[in-house]
């Protein structure tokens, strides 16, 4: 173990534990900004196309840019707070992503709009500080509670900050929403600092990986970005084509400059360890099937008139109440799930989250029209997801020392962005092939088509996932005098450096 994970000595180390409440709220409230500034955006979008006079691919770009900075900032948040301190780290991006806000609210145009939401995009690294903060604050018996209820919480906070958004868009003006999410920002970070103690290891005195950390997000956004675009530009254009191989050749350079400096922005070398390798797997299967492809073709069902023979006729507003709901509904099973993973394994937990959401779509398959089965059908996936959100980031603990628990998180949270993202794109292009060009109503064979590709994944998300052992080998990252002697040079690292 090298210096910059040795903990301090002295009175610090004596400190009293915050309590479990305390530390669940605080962290809870710092992830529900990085769920909030995503999903509020969805519901402003038609406003934002009649305030500035632009089409729907323009005005896109408000989310896309988020996603886009979110989808590194995860990784990069991640390994930063896991060498200097994760509370110093995250109230640092709490208080960028308010002054994202800032910019977007008093900008006065789409462009500075566009300018505020990408910086806004730093919150995606909340998540994986808030579960490494948990480790570190929480009593081993109840990590599994606090982080299953912590992870969940993105589902209850993407769904109610739709209906927030929409709620501020109609009573008042879209503005509002940035004031919303500036002072939401505010409060965590102020919470953050009350609650959560202030950082008692010693900063790494490593050198960062500037160019790690510049390459990661270029290779992410190319790869995102012709994803997000491929139903307009179609597998085959040069704008998609052009973009994949700039990601890739990107991604490939990351990967080789990773493996060789000595402070990696990601430690690419934790995929050797088996259950790491499976979890992200695992991730990025669920991420292409359930995780990411159900929300489109869900709300066709539920908005689509009943004469079509499989629409139930709801208002938008009424679907997103639904919505909101059966989310509230998986939440609640979240402090269950925690119990479970800890009595029984992450794993089972795991498990049996993607198992609900696979068995949810035979159901909708095969009632189509019934108000009763689908209502109960997105009442067990909206548990499912709650039970794989809260799982997943024990099952990753299980396999990881506490000192890289932000870094993998981060990881993993990027993993499942790219996987969404990847879906989003597939699932549009389905969609698409079925609609009708007049009515642009799309035919049940493409809900049905979009169901089945989600399905697949689904089903090898919980074939990789039955791999993963229950008492996994924990990874073990190499010390500085080990990188030394794999690369033939033991005699420059510092005796004291050696665990």
């Given at each position: 173990?090298?210096?910059?994970?040795?903990?301090?000595?002295?009175?610090?180390?004596?400190?009293?534990?915050?309590?479990?409440?305390?530390?669940?709220?605080?962290?809870?409230?710092?992830?529900?900004?990085?769920?909030?500034?995503?999903?509020?955006?969805?519901?402003?979008?038609?406003?934002?196309?009649?305030?500035?006079?632009?089409?729907?691919?323009?005005?896109?770009?408000?989310?896309?840019?988020?996603?886009?900075?979110?989808?590194?900032?995860?990784?990069?948040?991640?390994?930063?707070?896991?060498?200097?301190?994760?509370?110093?780290?995250?109230?640092?991006?709490?208080?960028?992503?308010?002054?994202?806000?800032?910019?977007?609210?008093?900008?006065?145009?789409?462009?500075?709009?566009?300018?505020?939401?990408?910086?806004?995009?730093?919150?995606?690294?909340?998540?994986?500080?808030?579960?490494?903060?948990?480790?570190?604050?929480?009593?081993?018996?109840?990590?599994?509670?606090?982080?299953?209820?912590?992870?969940?919480?993105?589902?209850?906070?993407?769904?109610?900050?739709?209906?927030?958004?929409?709620?501020?868009?109609?009573?008042?003006?879209?503005?509002?929403?940035?004031?919303?999410?500036?002072?939401?920002?505010?409060?965590?970070?102020?919470?953050?600092?009350?609650?959560?103690?202030?950082?008692?290891?010693?900063?790494?005195?490593?050198?960062?990986?500037?160019?790690?950390?510049?390459?990661?997000?270029?290779?992410?956004?190319?790869?995102?970005?012709?994803?997000?675009?491929?139903?307009?530009?179609?597998?085959?254009?040069?704008?998609?084509?052009?973009?994949?191989?700039?990601?890739?050749?990107?991604?490939?350079?990351?990967?080789?400059?990773?493996?060789?400096?000595?402070?990696?922005?990601?430690?690419?070398?934790?995929?050797?360890?088996?259950?790491?390798?499976?979890?992200?797997?695992?991730?990025?299967?669920?991420?292409?099937?359930?995780?990411?492809?159900?929300?489109?073709?869900t709300q066709m069902v539920l908005q689509y008139p009943t004469t079509l023979?499989?629409?139930?006729?709801?208002?938008?507003?009424?679907?997103?109440?639904?919505?909101?709901?059966?989310?509230?509904?998986?939440?609640?099973?979240?402090?269950?799930?925690?119990?479970?993973?800890?009595?029984?394994?992450?794993?089972?937990?795991?498990?049996?989250?993607?198992?609900?959401?696979?068995?949810?779509?035979?159901?909708?398959?095969?009632?189509?029209?019934?108000?009763?089965?689908?209502?109960?059908a997105m009442a067990l996936n909206g548990i499912g997801i709650s039970l794989?959100?809260?799982?997943?980031?024990?099952?990753?603990?299980?396999?990881?020392?506490?000192?890289?628990?932000?870094?993998?998180?981060?990881?993993?949270?990027?993993?499942?962005?790219?996987?969404?993202?990847?879906?989003?794109?597939?699932?549009?292009?389905?969609?698409?092939?079925?609609?009708?060009?007049?009515?642009?109503?799309?035919?049940?064979?493409?809900?049905?088509?979009?169901?089945?590709?989600?399905?697949?994944?689904?089903?090898?998300?919980?074939?990789?996932?039955?791999?993963?052992?229950?008492?996994?080998?924990?990874?073990?990252?190499?010390?500085?005098?080990?990188?030394?002697?794999?690369?033939?040079?033991?005699?420059?690292?510092?005796?004291?450096?050696?665990?």
């Open positions: 173990m090298s210096f910059a994970n040795l903990r301090k000595s002295g009175p610090l180390q004596n400190l009293k534990r915050p309590g479990f409440a305390a530390v669940v709220t605080v962290l809870i409230l710092a992830e529900v900004v990085s769920a909030f500034e995503l999903s509020m955006m969805y519901v402003t979008l038609p406003t934002l196309i009649k305030e500035f006079h632009v089409d729907a691919s323009t005005v896109a770009w408000v989310v896309t840019a988020y996603l886009l900075v979110s989808a590194s900032a995860g990784v990069m948040g991640g390994r930063f707070g896991d060498m200097y301190g994760r509370r110093k780290v995250m109230v640092i991006v709490l208080m960028i992503a308010c002054a994202g806000s800032v910019i977007s609210l008093i900008g006065g145009s789409l462009g500075m709009i566009i300018l505020g939401r990408a910086i806004q995009g730093t919150a995606g690294a909340l998540m994986g500080l808030a579960f490494g903060l948990a480790r570190e604050h929480m009593a081993k018996e109840r990590i599994p509670v606090g982080v299953s209820m912590i992870g969940a919480s993105a589902l209850i906070a993407g769904a109610g900050g739709a209906f927030i958004a929409g709620a501020m868009i109609q009573l008042f003006s879209w503005h509002l929403i940035f004031i919303f999410s500036a002072v939401l920002a505010v409060i965590s970070a102020v919470a953050i600092m009350a609650v959560i103690p202030r950082d008692t290891l010693i900063p790494s005195k490593d050198k960062p990986d500037y160019l790690g950390a510049v390459l990661l997000p270029i290779a992410v956004s190319a790869i995102l970005l012709a994803l997000s675009n491929v139903s307009k530009t179609g597998f085959g254009s040069v704008e998609f084509l052009g973009l994949m191989a700039v990601g890739i050749v990107v991604a490939a350079l990351w990967v080789w400059w990773e493996l060789r400096i000595e402070s990696p922005i990601v430690n690419l070398r934790m995929f050797k360890n088996r259950q790491i390798a499976l979890v992200m797997t695992a991730t990025m299967l669920a991420a292409l099937g359930p995780i990411g492809g159900m929300s489109v073709p023979g499989f629409g139930l006729g709801f208002t938008p507003a009424a679907a997103g109440i639904f919505s909101a709901l059966t989310a509230v509904v998986g939440y609640l099973f979240s402090p269950l799930g925690g119990k479970l993973a800890f009595r029984l394994g992450a794993r089972s937990v795991f498990i049996g989250g993607l198992i609900l959401m696979a068995v949810v779509i035979p159901i909708i398959l095969l009632t189509y029209g019934n108000v009763v089965a689908f209502c109960l794989t959100f809260g799982a997943l980031p024990n099952v990753l603990i299980e396999a990881i020392p506490e000192t890289h628990t932000s870094e993998t998180a981060g990881t993993n949270t990027m993993v499942r962005n790219i996987g969404q993202s990847a879906a989003t794109a597939v699932g549009a292009i389905i969609l698409a092939s079925y609609q009708n060009p007049e009515t642009t109503v799309v035919a049940q064979g493409g809900i049905s088509a979009s169901f089945v590709f989600v399905l697949v994944f689904a089903v090898l998300a919980v074939g990789v996932a039955l791999l993963l052992k229950r008492h996994p080998v924990q990874w073990v990252p190499e010390t500085t005098q080990e990188r030394a002697i794999r690369r033939g040079t033991p005699a420059q690292v510092p005796v004291m450096a050696a665990d």
